[in-house]
């Protein structure tokens, strides 16, 4: 068995007491992470996908069990499983409803926060701890406002940077020595992540390989597709529910050869736009620098003794998040521009990050004075990066309050709303509530409702039905 061995890193000069005050140092810029991003997720409401769990599934989870429970845990969104996520609102929906959302976002800021200190573990050994602590930082404040939302996107997407390195951390501590550990440690943080884990498993499966351990990757890879089939399986033998809501159910990849330039240009796009975020230009001279960069640390560190394929693995994972999700948006009526999504652009530039780092490591190897330019950049991207969240977390916050308002406001015409034929859309046009599952939802006390007669005027202007009195606007029962 070939053995890969940790290769010689300005970071083995860091032991004991120095080690740990980084490691302080890096929890402490973690928490500085959690109160921004807690505090500027005040104002924020359920939008967008969130709204597939109080409508559809809603649905499922009232039809005769367990037909309707499996259809609520394993009916895909958009193409993806969520089935974590479902479990999580399921628990949310039993003690809050729709009343309050802060609690929801406990999860998923968490996830956030334990991705960075990740990627810091996985880089402090490697790299000088201080650039360690950079990387980390920059992830944290990376993800236009994801942080700050309970879409199920962004969490599956947080869930599946997590499994990447927690399967990295699992692989250099336990294979050889505990690989069934190892084994169930990837397994589970990838299946939590769904389509997103499939990164993960591909993370896992080149680490493995490239120590040799080919019988331990197949059989990582086999068994994270056999329990993904066998839940397909499960929702086909118990349900006659459709295997995708929210967008068709079209196939993940087509042969035909017409779509090939729409393929093309969804990964240089995605690739492209997510170094742009990475490096706070879009310049193109220093984006293609950048890509030079991220293949040289790949191929440097992939070719000499001893090796690390870390930075070779998380780079053509990066390529290979893109590619799978190009193989179903080329094509569609999106095609290439669904490239640019926050979230798409957070999980692969979380990927590229190790590679970065490696050259800011390298150049500080070169000549100490490259550390001056190298710190005005990294200042500039958190910069950027935090400045852009920030705006994106206060226009969601806008719309997210306005479907709070939408939603309260309908709770207290609850006695009108028999005219709404269609049922009414939330205010961010993204969901359609019906009103035999709003009133579900009200008979459980689950839906916030404040009696404003003017929001009840405009609610029945925006939605076409009769304007009630003030009478009809109460929320009484």
């Given at each position: 068995?070939?053995?890969?061995?940790?290769?010689?890193?300005?970071?083995?000069?860091?032991?004991?007491?120095?080690?740990?005050?980084?490691?302080?140092?890096?929890?402490?810029?973690a928490a500085v992470a959690a109160v921004v991003v807690v505090?500027?997720?005040?104002?924020?409401?359920?939008?967008?996908?969130?709204?597939?769990?109080?409508?559809?599934?809603?649905?499922?989870?009232?039809?005769?069990?367990?037909?309707?429970?499996?259809?609520?845990?394993?009916?895909?969104?958009?193409?993806?499983?969520?089935?974590?996520?479902?479990?999580?609102?399921?628990?949310?929906?039993?003690?809050?409803?729709?009343?309050?959302?802060?609690?929801?976002?406990?999860?998923?800021?968490?996830?956030?926060?334990?991705?960075?200190?990740?990627?810091?573990?996985?880089?402090?050994?490697?790299?000088?701890?201080?650039?360690?602590?950079?990387?980390?930082?920059?992830?944290?404040?990376?993800?236009?406002?994801?942080?700050?939302?309970?879409?199920?996107?962004?969490?599956?997407?947080?869930?599946?940077?997590?499994?990447?390195?927690?399967?990295?951390?699992?692989?250099?501590?336990?294979?050889?020595?505990?690989?069934?550990?190892?084994?169930?440690?990837?397994?589970?943080?990838?299946?939590?992540?769904?389509?997103?884990?499939?990164?993960?498993?591909?993370?896992?499966?080149?680490?493995?390989?490239?120590?040799?351990?080919?019988?331990?990757?197949?059989?990582?890879?086999?068994?994270?597709?056999?329990?993904?089939?066998?839940?397909?399986?499960?929702?086909?033998?118990?349900?006659?529910?459709?295997?995708?809501?929210?967008?068709?159910?079209?196939?993940?990849?087509?042969?035909?050869?017409?779509?090939?330039?729409?393929?093309?240009?969804?990964?240089?796009?995605?690739?492209?736009?997510?170094?742009?975020?990475?490096?706070?230009t879009g310049w193109t001279p220093l984006v293609i620098l950048?890509?030079?960069?991220?293949?040289?640390?790949?191929?440097?560190?992939?070719?000499?003794?001893?090796?690390?394929?870390?930075?070779?693995?998380?780079?053509?994972?990066?390529?290979?998040?893109?590619?799978?999700?190009?193989?179903?948006?080329?094509?569609?009526?999106?095609?290439?521009?669904?490239?640019?999504?926050?979230?798409?652009?957070?999980?692969?530039?979380?990927?590229?990050?190790?590679?970065?780092?490696?050259?800011?490591?390298?150049?500080?190897?070169?000549?100490?004075?490259?550390?001056?330019?190298?710190?005005?950049?990294?200042?500039?991207?958190?910069?950027?990066?935090?400045?852009?969240?920030?705006?994106?977390?206060?226009?969601?916050?806008?719309?997210?309050?306005?479907?709070?308002?939408?939603?309260?406001?309908?709770?207290?015409?609850?006695?009108?709303?028999?005219?709404?034929?269609?049922?009414?859309?939330?205010?961010?046009?993204?969901?359609?509530?019906?009103?035999?599952?709003?009133?579900?939802?009200?008979?459980?006390?689950?839906?916030?409702?404040?009696?404003?007669?003017?929001?009840?005027?405009?609610?029945?202007?925006?939605?076409?039905?009769?304007?009630?009195?003030?009478?009809?606007?109460?929320?009484?029962?």
């Amino acid at each position: 068995m070939t053995m890969m061995h940790r290769p010689r890193e300005p970071a083995d000069h860091f032991r004991g007491e120095d080690l740990r005050r980084y490691r302080l140092i890096m929890f402490g810029v973690a928490a500085v992470a959690a109160v921004v991003v807690v505090w500027n997720a005040l104002d924020q409401y359920f939008l967008v996908d969130s709204w597939d769990y109080w409508t559809t599934r809603q649905d499922y989870l009232a039809e005769a069990w367990p037909k309707g429970l499996i259809k609520a845990l394993f009916v895909a969104f958009a193409g993806v499983v969520e089935t974590p996520i479902v479990l999580v609102l399921m628990a949310g929906d039993a003690l809050f409803g729709l009343r309050v959302y802060w609690p929801y976002l406990i999860p998923v800021v968490a996830l956030h926060l334990a991705s960075g200190i990740l990627l810091f573990e996985v880089l402090v050994r490697r790299i000088r701890p201080a650039i360690a602590v950079a990387a980390g930082a920059l992830y944290l404040v990376m993800g236009h406002a994801g942080p700050a939302v309970a879409t199920a996107t962004f969490v599956m997407v947080m869930m599946g940077i997590a499994a990447i390195w927690l399967a990295v951390l699992a692989i250099e501590r336990w294979e050889g020595t505990h690989d069934r550990r190892l084994m169930s440690v990837v397994l589970v943080a990838s299946l939590l992540s769904s389509l997103a884990g499939l990164a993960a498993i591909f993370v896992a499966c080149f680490l493995l390989v490239s120590r040799g351990r080919h019988r331990l990757a197949a059989g990582l890879g086999l068994t994270f597709t056999g329990l993904l089939a066998g839940a397909r399986l499960l929702l086909l033998l118990f349900s006659n529910a459709p295997g995708s809501v929210g967008t068709p159910d079209r196939a993940w990849i087509s042969l035909d050869p017409r779509i090939l330039p729409d393929y093309v240009r969804y990964l240089w796009k995605g690739l492209t736009m997510t170094t742009e975020g990475l490096i706070a230009t879009g310049w193109t001279p220093l984006v293609i620098l950048a890509f030079a960069g991220v293949g040289w640390a790949a191929a440097t560190t992939f070719r000499r003794s001893p090796r690390d394929p870390l930075y070779a693995a998380t780079a053509a994972a990066a390529i290979f998040w893109y590619a799978l999700l190009g193989a179903r948006a080329a094509g569609a009526a999106t095609g290439p521009v669904s490239a640019g999504k926050p979230h798409y652009m957070m999980y692969a530039a979380a990927l590229l990050l190790p590679s970065l780092a490696w050259i800011a490591d390298r150049l500080v190897d070169r000549h100490l004075l490259f550390a001056i330019p190298l710190t005005l950049g990294i200042a500039w991207s958190m910069y950027f990066n935090a400045s852009e969240m920030l705006r994106v977390t206060e226009l969601r916050g806008e719309i997210g309050q306005a479907n709070r308002v939408t939603i309260e406001t309908a709770a207290s015409l609850r006695g009108n709303l028999d005219s709404l034929e269609a049922g009414f859309l939330v205010a961010d046009g993204s969901w359609r509530f019906t009103v035999p599952q709003f009133e579900r939802l009200l008979e459980r006390g689950k839906v916030p409702c404040v009696a404003d007669y003017d929001n009840a005027i405009r609610f029945a202007d925006e939605q076409y039905m009769p304007r009630p009195s003030p009478e009809d606007v109460r929320c009484d029962g």
